[in-house]
């Protein structure tokens, strides 16, 4: 079975600061990690997404996330917030030659000017 | 850019009446899925479809629900007798393929409210 977890349903930073949102997942296969944000009243769009190849993984907006095995996390960093990242950020996990996603609960980053 | 559209963007229904949620994935793309976002909880797979059948569904995915592709390019996600506990967003997505952690686009939902 796979799982991931996320600390923090909120996280409060100020513009500028750095952002960083947590993620560990649980799988008996190496999985496919993923980060997506939803906007209020939108869909979730991929913000970036790990398949193997390098561990260090840049996304849109100025997010990446690092691939660390030895400790089954996955964690999403933005050097500076802007007042436009505020959303609801979701953690996913994916099995090699399994289809569907696995979310965490979601972590709600609010940024203060 | 290519995307995901749903219909309706928001629906109210009985308890006990039928619903069906309407999705046009991407035109290229091969499977398809639902999920549903509880509000305030996760988001939870409901189904994966692929070639006209379903290939893996969840625990939530009951005799209740079922989905089906009537033409070339919608995806539908019927509920028979809705219950109030089926009150969620209901998302749509769909994917290329399936190898290498492809990814899943999502529509930007259906939001049903069970009354």
């Known amino acids: 079975a796979q799982s991931v977890t996320q600390l923090g349903s909120h996280v409060s930073v100020s513009e500028g600061a750095l952002v960083l949102l947590r993620c560990n997942y649980s799988?008996?296969?190496?999985?496919?990690l993923f980060w997506y944000v939803q906007y209020p009243n939108q869909g979730l769009q991929l913000l970036l997404k790990y398949t193997s190849a390098a561990t260090l993984v840049k996304g849109i907006n100025g997010f990446e996330a690092e691939f660390k095995k030895s400790e089954t996390s996955f964690h999403l960093t933005k050097p500076s917030a802007h007042m436009s990242d505020a959303a609801e950020y979701f953690c996913?996990?994916?099995?090699?030659?399994?289809?569907?996603?696995?979310f965490g609960t979601g972590t709600r980053l609010l940024v203060s000017p | 850019e290519p995307e995901v559209t749903q219909t309706p963007s928001h629906q109210v229904t009985q308890m006990g009446q039928e619903v069906i949620l309407r999705c046009v994935p991407i035109?290229?793309?091969?499977?398809f899925y639902w999920y549903r976002q509880i509000l305030g909880q996760k988001v939870e797979f409901l189904v994966s479809f692929y070639n006209n059948e379903i290939s893996e569904k969840s625990e939530i995915f009951d005799d209740q629900f079922s989905v089906e592709r009537p033409d070339g390019s919608n995806f539908t996600l019927k509920i028979r007798s809705t219950k109030l506990e089926d009150s969620a967003m209901y998302f749509c997505?769909?994917?290329?393929?399936?190898?290498?952690?492809?990814?899943?686009?999502f529509g930007p939902g259906t939001r049903l409210t069970v009354t």
């Open positions: 996913a996990v994916s099995g090699r030659g399994f289809q569907k996603l696995v």
């Open positions: 035109s290229n793309h091969l499977y």
């Open positions: 799988s008996s296969v190496p999985p496919y």
């Open positions: 997505a769909s994917s290329e393929g399936v190898a290498g952690g492809s990814e899943q686009y």
